[in-house]
Each structure stands twice: as structure tokens, then as C-alpha cells.
């Protein structure tokens, strides 16, 4: 199985609720980043994890949602089989593109697949709801509005393709320390951050950009409420966005919680001369298009 990466497009944060999470009014779109999970009979539950990133900080114990996902299945359908789950990794890891996500999405469907399970569209969704907030997005894929606490998805029409290109870093960001840190600063008042009380919408202006397929148009209407967090925690991340808006690109926004970077595009050709010259001083810097499918059988 094959699960996507995501970028969101638009992330507006509320304010937390007693379960912790967040209200979110978010727009994602899956991009041509991949985790590939391959599934295999097995009497336990194990799990080997490779890549083409860094994938020493990827638990392989029950800590890993692709693992919680196999086991919240067979618990569910009463499977007594186990798997062996060989996961793939193309999404940074604790980048903000919700790879752990992808991998837990991806080995749903495969072990459903594997099992016999047949759960459909609908169960597979609601075990995602409860394995974390945009492991539904990377089952369904494509552009889709994410309300709730992102798990609330309407499809999106996005017409086109759009072309990004993704600033990489070594070092991961915590997804809950950059939440919490969101809330930190709107309880000190920071300029830098927005009002959480502020209306939670999702603007017109981007979703007939992502209509109209006018990569132009959205630019200017991209935003991400946790950017001011994360950039507090990796001011480097403040002159990375600078450096490609100068060097070409429409507009940049840290994707999630960071701290990849996601700089928009015109086309692919203005793409790929920003991915060069972002690779010229000195950073990992990847070409991707979106949006792509969800999670999908690979062979
Ligand atoms: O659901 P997931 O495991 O992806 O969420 C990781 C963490 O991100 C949560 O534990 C929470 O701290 C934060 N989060 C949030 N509000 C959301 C989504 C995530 O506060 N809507």
C-alpha cells in the first residue's frame, strides 16, 4: 500500500479542548511524497522500518501508529492472525507532513486487505478517527477542508496540479510542543501570534483559488496559525521562507507543525529552478506535485 504525504494549505487553530486537542478549520493536500507499506502474514505483530530519509527517530515498538492501526483492526474484526508490516518511508520524519499518519492510513486498508476484514470506507475511516487527527485525511487523499479536530473532512475541488517545493530539515519539531507553544503565546498576548477566539473559517478567496486551479491566487491567501510557534522555536525556519520567496517561489508556509517548509510554485518549471537554487545554499530540497490519491493498493 501506498499513503500520501500532506501539506496544509490552510491552518487556522482554535482554541484546545479537555481532550487536548485543538478546533481546526484546515484545508490539506496530499502531495507526491510517499509511504510505501508493504504487508505480509504473520503469526505476531512486527515491524521493520527503511528509507529514503531519516528514519532512526521512527519507534518500531507499540509506540508506532502503523502497529496500533494493525492491532486496533484485528481487535476490532476479531482477526487472530497476525502481520509483518516492512514500512517504506518517503514523508520526513516529525516533519509536519503527516507521515506517521500515511503509514498508519497505509497499513488500514493493507491489513483489511490482507485479513478480509471488508470493513469499507466507512469503518476504515472511523478506526482512523480514533488512531489520530489526520490519519482519515491520508486514507481519502486528494484536497479536502478538515474541520473538528481535522478529522471532519469535506472533499475540496482543486482543478490542476499544483507544483511545491518542500525545504527539509534535520531536526524534527514535536507536534504537541508546538500546539502548546501556540498556546503560550496567545495566553501572553505576542503580537506574533493570531486571536484564538478569531472566527475559524476556512476563507472563499482560497477555496476558489484551489477551484480554479490558480496557483497565483492562492498564494496570498495561505496561512498557517502554528508558523509563528514553530519559527520561535527555529528562528533558521523565518530566513528559509525569505529565501525562497526571493528566489521564486509564489509564497512559503511551514507545513503542520514544522518544520518542513512548503514553498507554492507557478508551474513545474519555476519548480524546479526554485528547487535548485534552494539546494544551492545548502538545503535538502524536494520537487513534489499535489494533490494525489489516499492510500492505495501498490501492486
Ligand atoms: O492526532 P495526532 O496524534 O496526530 O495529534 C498529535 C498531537 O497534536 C495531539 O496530541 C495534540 O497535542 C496536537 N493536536 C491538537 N489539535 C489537533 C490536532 C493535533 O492539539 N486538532
Known amino acids: 500500500m501506498r499513503a500520501p504525504g500532506k501539506i496544509n494549505v490552510y491552518l487556522g487553530v482554535g482554541a484546545q479542548h479537555d481532550d487536548g486537542y485543538h478546533t481546526l478549520a484546515t484545508v490539506f493536500q496530499a502531495v ?3 509511504e510505501d507499506v508493504y504487508a505480509t502474514p504473520s503469526d505476531g505483530f512486527s515491524l521493520e522500518v527503511s528509507g529514503s530519509v531519516d528514519v532512526s527517530d521512527v519507534p518500531t515498538d507499540d509506540r508506532n501508529l ?11 474484526a476479531d482477526v487472530t492472525e497476525g502481520v509483518h508490516l516492512d514500512i517504506r518511508k518517503g514523508v ?10 500515511a503509514d498508519a492510513a497505509a497499513a488500514l486498508v493493507a491489513c483489511d486487505a490482507l485479513w478480509g476484514t471488508d470493513l469499507g470506507p466507512r469503518g476504515l475511516h472511523d ?7 489526520d490519519v482519515p485525511f491520508a486514507l481519502h487523499g486528494g484536497t ?10 469535506t472533499p475540496a475541488l482543486a482543478r490542476g496540479r ?3 517545493v518542500l525545504v527539509l530539515s534535520d531536526q524534527g519539531l514535536s507536534t ?5 507553544r501556540l498556546d503560550e503565546l496567545r495566553i501572553h498576548g505576542d503580537a506574533l501570534a493570531d486571536d484564538a477566539t478569531a472566527v475559524l473559517e476556512v476563507p472563499v478567496a482560497l477555496l476558489q483559488a484551489l477551484r480554479a486551479g490558480n ?5 496570498p491567501v495561505m496561512m498557517n496559525d502554528l508558523e509563528s510557534a514553530a519559527v520561535l522555536d527555529r528562528p533558521d525556519l523565518e530566513r528559509a521562507l525569505a529565501d525562497g520567496v526571493q528566489r521564486g517561489a509564489l509564497a512559503g508556509l511551514v507545513s503542520g507543525s514544522g518544520p518542513t517548509i512548503a514553498f507554492l510554485c507557478a508551474g513545474p518549471e519555476a519548480a524546479r529552478a526554485v528547487q535548485e537554487e534552494m539546494r544551492a545554499t545548502g538545503r535538502e530540497a524536494l520537487h513534489v506535485h499535489g494533490p494525489v490519491p489516499g492510500a492505495r493498493l501498490l501492486v
Not at 504537541?176 to 502548546?180: E, H, L, M, Q
Request: net charge positive; charged share 15%; proline share 4%.
Open 66 to 76: 502503523a502497529l496500533r492501526a494493525a492491532k486496533l483492526l484485528a481487535q476490532t
Open 127 to 133: 478506526l482512523a478517527v480514533r488512531l489520530g487527527a
Open 32 to 34: 507526491s511524497l510517499y
Open 92 to 101: 520526513p520524519v516529525a516533519g509536519g507532513m503527516g507521515g506517521g499518519s
Open 215 to 219: 496557483a497565483g491566487e492562492l498564494a
Open 144 to 153: 479536502a477542508v478538515g474541520t473538528g479536530r481535522g478529522d471532519l473532512l
Open 162 to 164: 499544483f507544483d511545491w
Open 176 to 180: 504537541p510542543a508546538i500546539y502548546g
